[in-house]
């Protein structure tokens, strides 16, 4: 097991970018999937992104291509997700995963077993 904690939430106008972490403990980061979620109020939680975690390939969602960075840095292992040029529609919980294994890209979050608490994004227009 591994243990996530997110940081980086608040409030930004559209336009506007914020950088989200999620900083791991228990495990070594280099050898998971690490991927972020996303779950506004009333929705299904839906993916956003994820670094594979050999190779830091990466895949994104259609609603955040272009906007949206995922990264990762081992050594502190902890995970980023930098977002530029944010929507008010970008407004919603957003949680960080982790995943072990070699399938790619996972993007059902029942694939995932090891999650963050979640962290507040707000986009006001």
């Known amino acids: 097991q591994v243990q996530l904690v997110e940081s980086g939430g608040g409030l930004v106008q559209a336009g506007g970018s914020l950088r989200l972490s999620c900083a791991a403990s228990?495990?070594?980061?280099?050898?998971?999937?690490m991927a972020w979620f996303r779950q506004a109020p009333g929705k299904e939680r839906d993916f956003v992104a994820v670094?594979?975690?050999?190779?830091?390939?990466?895949y994104y969602a259609d609603s955040v291509k272009g906007r949206f960075t995922i990264s990762r840095d081992n050594a502190k292992n902890t995970v980023y997700l930098q977002m530029n040029s944010l929507k008010p529609e970008d407004t919603a919980v957003y949680y960080c995963?982790?995943?072990?294994?070699?399938?790619?890209?996972?993007?059902?979050?029942?694939?995932?077993?090891?999650w963050g608490q979640g962290t507040l994004v707000t986009v006001s227009s």
């Open positions: 995963a982790a995943r072990f294994g070699s399938a790619w890209p996972v993007i059902n979050d029942n694939e995932y077993n090891n």
């Open positions: 228990g495990r070594t980061l280099s050898t998971y999937a």
């Open positions: 670094i594979r975690g050999s190779s830091s390939n990466t």
